[in-house]
């Protein structure tokens, strides 16, 4: 018993690792707006509090606003691929509900649609 449930961990923690390589980046749809800044890798349900470096946040924030205005959407969502690195929640406050935080470092894609391989 004890070696089916160690297996079946092992296996969980393979298909995780396996939906995310961190050489490549992060891929996921991200969602702004009222006391919300989440990005969802893609294809997990992992979800995760998003901070980054100004620059690279004030032009994500831009193609945001662009599609709330465009969609009527006060949660608009976009897609993102960018380096990062994921800590641990924080013990209190809005990002202690996520997954973790990911401080994004450098923005390599952002598109108003995710890729298909995107879900």
């Not at 079946?8 to 298909?15: G, K, N, Q």
């Not at 969602?31 to 995760?48: A, E, P």
């Not at 945001?64 to 006060?74: C, F, H, R, T, V």
Request: charged fraction near 15%.
């Amino acid at each position: 018993m004890k070696a089916k449930l160690l297996l079946s961990s092992l296996c969980v923690l393979l298909s995780a690792c396996a939906s995310h390589d961190p050489e490549d980046g992060y891929r996921g749809i991200y969602t702004y707006g009222q006391d919300v800044s989440n990005f969802r890798l893609c294809n997990t349900n992992q979800v995760y509090w998003l901070r980054g470096e100004p620059k690279a946040m004030q032009s994500i924030q831009s193609e945001i606003a662009m599609q709330s205005a465009l969609n009527d959407d006060p949660y608009p969502s976009i897609y993102l691929h960018f380096s990062g690195e994921i800590d641990a929640p924080p013990a209190q406050g809005v990002a202690a509900d996520y997954d973790g935080v990911i401080h994004l470092e450098a923005l390599h894609i952002s598109l108003m649609k995710a890729p298909s391989n995107c879900q």
